[in-house]
DNA sequence: TCCGCAATTGCAAGCGCTTACTGCTTTTTT
DNA sequence: AAAAAAGCAGTAAGCGCTTGCAATTGCGGA
């Protein structure tokens, strides 16, 4: 990168005014006589002055980019929500740094260090982890956070989210209610607080409640090809009814009982907890909790341009409604 | 965001040497004698000192960040070519500054403005369209660029693909193999560079070179419901083989075709021209030509790594190998 | 016409870091 | 052992912009 063609020193010479009027016209600082802003504008115009955004952030320590902290960059979950944040930050001109963490988990601190380093002025997170590390790093550096589409024991930090409790029983319910009474939860990571203290506890709850004594709880299983294999596990368990938090992997399960010759629903019920277009576009099509991911996004975002512009926001804990959304994998009453 | 807690200058005085020798450690310059070097590194421990990305920017004229321009945030197919872009550039410490373009077209100069005012050192460009107007932006910035799955007409800047035309007619010469001698092929925008310039000419040549006079060029089908909505003129137009751009598309086409109650492959042979997880999940498993998405992002990436250090580069129009993928959508042999 | 106050504008000190240059030490060369 | 080269570290001038404060201007009222 040369110098920097035009700058905000050429503008102020050509339109004969100091640098600090040039920089009030660019920023729509109101002391400024219409005359006078009208030239600058003319001069910056004809000189084609662009801002450099690295000099502003300098000097005015603001950088309007906010960093985004993804686990997995091709799950359409997070790109749902993404596009909602996206939208909004785009609305409030903020660029957006992304920075997925994928499976290198040991360097998530890195990763994030790196975003603060960049003086970005919020994040938005929607890893399943917050390690202390990173927390603490946020706290210390005083920029404001929001867990899009996931929890964080620690209360501090903001969250949209949908009631993933509540949720998740009316689920089971509607399978039970089809006369499954052999359900099954099945999770990736068990040690995320949305797994771990909602939906985890909501099954054994559930089960309590309606005095089923033995419980099926698959973890770790993540991906397509895990629900796949899983089926067969599932069905020497007697499992008849099922909640996957990931569509795909529903979609594995799905199709390894569709590929033993079995039938879904009458000999397994499948209810996927996070749904995106996958769900929808195959065969029998999986009935979802339908999480309204743009809208979490573009709330999460929003919620974020308050807390940077220290604004007021009522209740930094958001809970939007879900969907229970039927569709073939249940039977239809 | 109030003034930084810690900066170089802190770490200069108790460590007892200057801001520079604190900067050359930071950087790695080896113009520090051993024992100062850790005498430095021991403060910028103790002090936790984390430099300012944005005044090393200011400074260096280098932001080690990079612009990835993307259409839409839920394609899986953007999605799988970012994250090999991403994995390359956590390798080479640069950030990601992702910027959507989706539907509203109009502002696409804006938000690219916005990026190369925020200084990033190149750019990724996936696009399918690049006007005039960001052309010229770029070059006037001097900012390189490399298109990453798409095309410009403009040969100087650099890219990353396969060869449409040669898989296409890879394509469907499959299918005119398998007897089906009423071909068609699918797209979005038709005037992008590789459709107007690669697969549309490569159908045309491919009926040309078999003496088929009758033409199903189909355009401005983007989505999947355009797909499931397409399937009844394909019917009433006799089509029995269909290339498709995008693979959700695809399955819009398959899932209209089986709500028919027809037969896929026998009615109808699908290949989908650009395969995600979803051409793979859903049932019959469409035939696709594989891209190898991951690779491309990460070459195009390490490409601009190399463009942005006035590196060497052998030829700036790379194209990686395709895998015409076999399966359910089209007879097996 | 002159004064006071508000509206404008300019001044200049940073923001936190990089990087020629310069100069002082060592080391190497002969 | 003296000179040349190399190694280290410091000085200070920016990078391009914002902003508190001071200075100037313009205007209405007395």
Redesign the interface.
Request: proline residues 2%; positive net charge.
């Given at each position: 990168?040369?110098?920097q063609?035009v700058t905000i020193y050429d503008v102020a010479r050509e339109a004969k005014v100091s640098m600090a009027t040039v920089s009030r016209v660019i920023n729509g600082n109101s002391n400024v006589r219409k005359e006078t802003r009208e030239r600058v504008e003319a001069v910056i115009n004809r000189l084609h002055y662009?801002?450099?955004?690295?000099?502003q952030?300098?000097a005015s320590?603001?950088?309007t980019?906010v960093g985004?902290i993804v686990p997995?960059?091709?799950n359409?979950y997070f790109?749902?929500l993404?596009?909602g944040i996206?939208?909004i930050a785009?609305l409030y001109?903020y660029?957006?740094?992304?920075?997925?963490i994928?499976n290198r988990l040991m360097?998530e601190d890195e990763?994030i260090?790196?975003?603060?380093?960049?003086?970005v002025?919020g994040v938005i997170y929607m890893s399943n982890r917050l390690p202390d590390k990173v927390a603490n790093a946020f706290k210390?550096t005083?920029t404001p956070v929001v867990l899009a589409g996931t929890k964080d024991n620690r209360d501090e930090f903001a969250s949209v989210t949908i009631d993933y409790q509540k949720a998740d029983t009316e689920a089971l319910n509607l399978m039970y209610n089809d006369g499954k009474k052999n359900l099954a939860i099945v999770v990736g990571d068990p040690d995320t607080v949305v797994n771990k203290d909602n939906r985890i506890p909501a099954y054994r709850k559930f089960l309590a409640d309606h005095d089923i004594a033995e419980e099926h709880i698959y973890t770790k299983i993540n991906n397509?090809s895990d629900g796949y294999n899983l089926y067969s596990q599932l069905e020497k368990d007697g499992v008849d009814g099922v909640i996957v938090t990931r569509d795909?992997t529903a979609?594995?399960i799905l199709?390894s009982v569709?590929d033993a010759g079995k039938n879904i629903p009458k000999d397994l019920e499948i209810i996927t907890a996070s749904a995106t277009?996958?769900a929808s576009?195959?065969?029998p099509a999986l009935t979802t909790i339908k999480q309204p991911l743009y809208d979490m996004g573009a709330v999460a975002m929003r919620m974020l341009t308050k807390l940077m512009n220290n604004e007021e926001v009522d209740g930094i804990h958001v809970q939007l409604p879900y969907e229970l959304l039927k569709k073939q994998s249940t039977l239809n009453q």
């Open positions: 990168m040369h110098k063609e662009q801002p450099n955004a690295v000099a952030g300098l320590k603001k950088t980019t985004l997995e960059l091709t359409l790109a749902e993404s596009k996206d939208d785009l001109k660029n957006i740094i992304i920075s997925s994928e360097k990763v260090q790196s975003l603060l380093n960049k003086q002025d210390q005083n397509y795909v979609v594995g199709n569709m277009q996958i576009v195959v065969r």
